[in-house]
């Protein structure tokens, strides 16, 4: 067939895949709850307070100034133990008498890497603040957004397995022997790749839309400033890395002929989606694991996006990560085509990998 004609018959199948899946439920209602949690994580918390903030205390001019404020206090004997506890996390903050002459009430604040807002807005006057390992981005906040980042990653990695269960189907109700006799397999398959990156693109962009919504509704503003050129990056990276899993989930279905088997080709593409999400939690204070994971094609899409936020990478090691999963993309999308050419129409069980490659046309 001639190039145009692939084309058509690539948008054709593209066209037909979107219209499938728009139409059921399940995908509006998971989009929905998506939206819907993206404003939660941003809004709830400034509508809920938390417990009372733990405070330290040295000498007694600090403990009187924290008298009958909501804060729980620990006195210490002196300030290098307040600042072990504030470096440690067991407490928010430590009151500390001011030596300096500065403070109005004769106290200092002494924190981690932000003012601790809740404690100091309950004091008579601000006193000053000492931060011992300022940062841009508070560690609670640092973490919800790996978190959100990561989650979202694993939703639209997951959301690919309708590839996989839209090929078996097909398969499994001979519907792929009607559709091969018009269409060529390999435009089949990348019908069905772009047909849900377009979909997965238009998900990500409204909720990338939204995000800045969300935040000022949340009166998070200032966040949005840091997380804005993070979320530039994110949404290149994830298309890209939804590609690469997609030709992945279109191999696992074209493998096996029947739902019940599905389960067993699965597990690679699985474990390229839940072994990043869980790479980039428990790993992202580890500046050498992380870097590692954002040159990985398959962990990128969300490693590098967080390398940004977080201020570890430059412009040009994100430039570097994306040409390195562009040209991943190719290589698994052709290495893709063929096995998917040479097992989609074998029916009877499961196919191997290596049969599919050499019954490839």
């Known amino acids: 067939m001639s190039r145009a004609t692939f084309a058509s ?16 439920k399940g995908f509006w209602i998971g989009f929905l709850v998506t939206v819907l949690g993206l404003f939660a994580i941003a809004v709830l918390p400034s509508v809920f307070g938390g417990d009372k903030p733990v405070v330290a205390a040295v000498g007694s001019e600090a403990v009187k100034v924290l008298s009958g404020k909501d804060v729980e206090v620990r006195e210490v004997p002196d300030l290098a133990s307040a600042e072990r506890l504030v470096r440690a996390d067991e407490v928010e903050a430590a009151i500390v008498p001011d030596t300096t002459g500065e403070s109005a009430i004769g106290v200092r604040v002494v924190a981690l890497d932000e003012s601790p807002s809740d404690v100091v807005g309950q004091l008579v ?17 640092r973490t919800l957004v790996i978190l959100v980042f990561a989650l979202f990653f694993l939703l ?31 435009a089949l398959l990348a019908g069905k ?48 890395g939804f590609v690469l899993l997609a030709a992945m989930w279109a191999v696992a279905g074209a493998l096996v002929s029947r ?37 990985v094609p398959f962990s990128a899409a969300v490693a590098m996006p967080v390398r940004m936020f977080t201020g570890d990478a430059q412009v040009w090691e994100a430039l570097l990560s994306m040409g390195i999963l562009a040209v991943t993309v190719v290589v698994i999308v052709l290495g893709a085509s063929r096995v998917y050419t040479g097992s989609l ?17």
Request: charged letters at 15%; hydrophobic letters at 50%.
């Open 193 to 240: 790749i772009l047909g849900h990156v377009l979909l997965t693109m238009g998900q990500v962009v409204v909720l990338a839309l939204a995000a800045p919504i969300a935040l000022r509704l949340g009166g998070q503003s200032e966040l949005l400033a840091v997380v804005a050129p993070a979320l530039g990056w994110f949404v290149p990276f994830l298309c890209l």
């Open 345 to 361: 129409l074998r029916t009877g069980g499961k196919v191997g990998l290596a049969e599919a490659w050499s019954r490839a046309e």
């Open 259 to 295: 739902q019940e088997d599905l389960g067993s080709t699965m597990g690679l593409a699985m474990l390229l989606v839940m072994g990043p999400y869980f790479g980039v939690q428990f790993f992202s204070d580890n500046q050498t694991v992380m870097t590692v994971l954002s040159y």
């Open 156 to 186: 639209f990695g997951m959301g690919g397995a309708a590839i996989a269960q839209s090929t078996v189907t097909e398969k499994q109700t001979r519907i792929v022997e009607i559709l091969v006799s018009t269409v060529p397999i390999r």
């Open 125 to 141: 006057a601000a006193p000053p603040v000492d931060l011992l390992d300022p940062s841009a981005v508070s560690p609670g906040v």
């Open 9 to 24: 018959a690539t948008w054709l199948v593209a066209e037909r895949e979107m219209n499938v899946l728009v139409r059921t």
